[in-house]
Every structure is written in C-alpha cells, then in structure tokens.
C-alpha cells in the first residue's frame, strides 16, 4: 500500500487553486442518458467537477475527473461540461487545465459517448495555440481519453497509480502487463514526448501545474513579464567549464537561476523549458552533452520543434544554445532523422518570435543548420571564443583532405596537428565564422546573462512579416 498522497476529485481542485477562488459551473448536471437502467444509478456532477478560479492571481479554467462516479468514464454530459469550460476559456482567454482520472468512454451511452468525446476534441483543436492546456493524470486514462493528453500542451502524471493508454498493455501483441508496462509514468516518459514531467504524489502535480501558470502567458495575445529583482549584468565566473551541461548553463544565467524544464525523461540530448531573463519568459533549447550524446537523435529534434512551435505560437521568445557535431548514425535514427531535422528546421525558420543563438562549442554541419543558425532565421548569432564551427571536426576535414600529403610526411602526426591549426583558423573557428557574418558577436562566456538579456531587449518589438499561406505542410 502507497503511503503518497493521493486527493480527491474537489481537493485536487482546491490544492491548484488559489485559497477559496474556485467557482463552480454546471454543479447539478447529470447523465441524461436511460439505457440499460442508468437513471437508477446517482451520477452527481455526471462524474467531472468543472469551473474556474485563479492561481498566483491568473485566471485559469479546471476541470477534475471524479472516479467515484462511473469510474470517471466520459458520458455525453460529462464532456459537454468540459467543453462549457474550454467556450468560457477560449472566451476570456485563459488556460485550461484538466485533471484526469477516467475509465474511458462511457460504454452504457455508446454512440452519445462517441460523439461526446469527438466535440471535446474539436474544442482541444481549436484552443490549441490560443490558450495554454494542461493536464495532469492521477489515474487512468484510457482508450479515447488518451488524446485529451495528446492534445494538450504539457502533461504531467504521477509516478504511482496514474496509467495511460490506448490500448491496455495485455490487449498488446505477445505482451502482457508484467512483460512490459506501456501505460505507466516511467514507461511513458521515457519513450515519448507525451509527459512533461512525472512527480512523487497528486500535491506535487498540482505544484508544478502551478509554477507552470506562473511563468507561461494566459494566451496568444498576452505576455508573461514579471518584475526581475535579480542582477540585469550578474557576470557568471567559469561558465565555459559548462559547455557540455546546458541545463547548468540555463539555470546560471537565467534569473534568479530558476528554470522550469520539460520533458526531461526523454531525449536526454536536448533540453527544453522555459526561464525568465530580466522577467520575460523565454524558451529555451539546447543540446545536452553531459547526459546524452554531442549528436542529434530524431527524438530530440522532434522534442525541440514541437517545443519551439508552441513557443511561436505563444509569443515566447526562443534561446538556442548549441553543442553540436553531427546526427546519430544508427539504423533505427536513419529511419526518421531526415524527418525530424526537416521537421526542427521547419519550426525555428517559421517561427516570427525573437529568436537567439549562443554556440558553446561545437557546431558541425547540417546538425548546427537545424539548431536555429543565422541560415535559417535566428535574429541574433554569438558564440564563445573557443567554439568550433564549420562542415565538420577539423582533424577528420584535413584527413579527407590532404591525405596525398599527410601520408607522404616523414611524420604523419606533426603533418595532421599543423594542417588541423591551418584549417581551424582559415574555417572552423568563430573568429571565422564572424568574419563571414555568421556569427553576430563572440562574447566571453561570463557574460552570456547580460548580452542574451541585451539582445531580446532589442528584439521585444521585433514584426516579421511572412508570405500569405493557409499554413506549411512540414
């Protein structure tokens, strides 16, 4: 038996909420349904608890699943409710947030339930890129119900109890629950970019829930700037001694040195969340040596430009910084790398939002065109003054290059060492790349804070105006 906390349907409610802020809609609705004897059975609330209130002082709209009711399965009713609360959301422009724990579709309803769970999708689809949606699962979320996450902007679960799925891991081909565990937090998070964030019990959920409010815009017409108490020029001593670890990178020059990261269970070469720089929110994405590879993996590349697509849409500022040499050469990345890298250049050269570049070590090729280079849009370019850039290592360059030479010397490893000083500063330096235009500026690296801050102060009225199109098919 868990001894972790684990709330009910209200109190999960009002752990979100700010103190006596909640206001509930649609308190007396129940099944309207009469098949199969189900007005004999109490259904208060038709099993979801929906209505409105306030974190941190930001409106947001809430709905909490009940599984004492049904099983929290989603009947007619119980999803019109929630589509009352994305109407009223959409409306007023504020997120929404769901907390679910749901049996699925309601079987004794059928094709009511069907249609049911068809018209909250259409209200997922049209909130998506207007107002920030949320989920977090406490407890199963099943078949149909599955793409309410899907739809949603970020999802976070609990490490225990919470189960999500499509199809149930024993209806899985040669599999059963004991074998592999395809539903679980820690099965999920690992192997998609689905969950956000996985957490001990439903009160640490709900915290992080909150701190994400905090720190995004209510919706695609706002902008999340807080009042910066902390120091505008704060210079950041040895910060090029974290060139490898970009999540220590982020946490120093961010303010306050607070970053909320995302999907941090998948992908483990890229990082991805959100900081604040002199109070404005802004979204970060960077390579991550240190727990993952100096390569570009396709889940990686996908994790970034789903991530810099919602930034674009929200009107969130995007830091880039890159460590970069190349893409994972495995069969199973080959399948999908092109698509994924087409898919990341897509959505940093689309992007109209402020968009900054810091390279921090190395930058190879087609690997360092995807991770938003000058080539493709970024606004501003900078690099530290030990950073490499160019087509590829510079010793593997000038074995390809000279091999006549290198094997006609007396001593072939002085040969490779002078032509590799040679070739560095003639094509793969910053000084290089600058003098080309590449790149805007090399700073030193304990003032990357103060020249990102600089430059997004510049770019805060920046309107980029684009081709009339419907939309792109990448």
Not at 1 to 22: G, V
Not at 421 to 449: F, V
């Amino acid at each position: 038996m868990s001894n972790k906390l684990s709330l009910s349907a209200s109190d999960r409610i009002n752990a979100l909420l700010d103190d006596s802020s909640f206001v509930e809609i649609g308190a007396y609705v129940t099944a309207r349904s009469t098949d199969f004897n189900m007005q004999e059975k109490d259904s208060p609330k038709d099993g979801v608890i929906t209505g409105y209130g306030v974190i941190n002082g930001k409106m947001v709209y809430v709905y909490s699943q009940d599984s004492s009711v049904l099983g929290g399965a989603i009947g007619e009713m119980h999803a019109k409710k929630i589509a009352k609360v994305y109407d009223m959301a959409m409306k007023v422009g504020a997120p929404v947030i769901g907390l679910i724990d749901c049996a699925g579709l309601r079987l004794q309803e059928a094709t009511d339930a069907m249609t049911a769970f068809g018209r909250l999708y259409m209200k997922q689809t049209l909130a998506s890129g207007v107002i920030p949606q949320i989920t977090g699962i406490f407890g199963t979320c099943g078949g149909g119900s599955a793409l309410i996450p899907a739809l949603s902007d970020f999802t976070f679960m609990t490490a225990e109890g919470s189960k999500m799925f499509v199809n149930s891991p024993n209806a899985l081909d040669n599999n059963y629950e004991g074998k592999l565990d395809t539903a679980t937090a820690s099965y999920l998070s690992s192997n998609t970019d689905m969950i956000s964030a996985v957490y001990e019990d439903d009160a640490a959920v709900l915290a992080e829930i909150r701190n994400l409010i905090d720190i995004l815009p209510s919706n695609n017409g706002d902008e999340e700037i807080a009042e910066c108490n902390d120091d505008l020029n704060r210079s950041i001593a040895n910060l090029d001694s974290f060139k490898d670890d970009a999540r220590a990178v982020i946490q120093n020059i961010a303010d306050n040195n607070i970053f909320f990261e995302a999907n941090k269970d998948y992908a483990k070469e890229m990082v991805v969340g959100f900081i604040r720089l002199d109070g404005q929110t802004v979204g970060c994405v960077a390579n991550q040596v240190k727990d993952g590879d100096s390569k570009l993996t396709a889940e990686g590349a996908y994790l970034a430009a789903d991530f810099v697509k919602f930034c674009d849409a929200f009107n969130i500022p995007v830091l880039t910084l890159v460590n970069t040499n190349g893409f994972v050469a495995t069969i199973d990345n080959e399948r999908r790398i092109a698509d994924a890298a087409a898919k990341l250049t897509y959505s940093f050269a689309d992007a109209t939002i402020p968009k900054v570049t810091v390279v921090m070590g190395e930058a190879f090729g087609t690997a360092y065109t995807v991770m938003n280079s000058k080539s493709i849009g970024a606004d501003m370019v900078y690099a530290w003054p030990t950073a490499k850039i160019g087509t590829m290592d510079p010793e593997m360059a000038v074995k390809i290059m000279y091999d006549a030479e290198i094997n006609a010397s007396d001593d072939k490893v002085a040969k490779i060492a002078e032509l590799k000083k040679e070739y560095t500063e003639l094509q793969s330096s910053a000084m290089a790349a600058a003098k080309r235009g590449y790149i805007d500026d090399i700073i030193e690296p304990d003032a990357t804070r103060k020249r990102v801050i600089a430059a997004f102060d510049m770019l805060f009225t920046k309107d980029d105006i684009r081709p009339f199109k419907k939309h792109g098919t990448v």
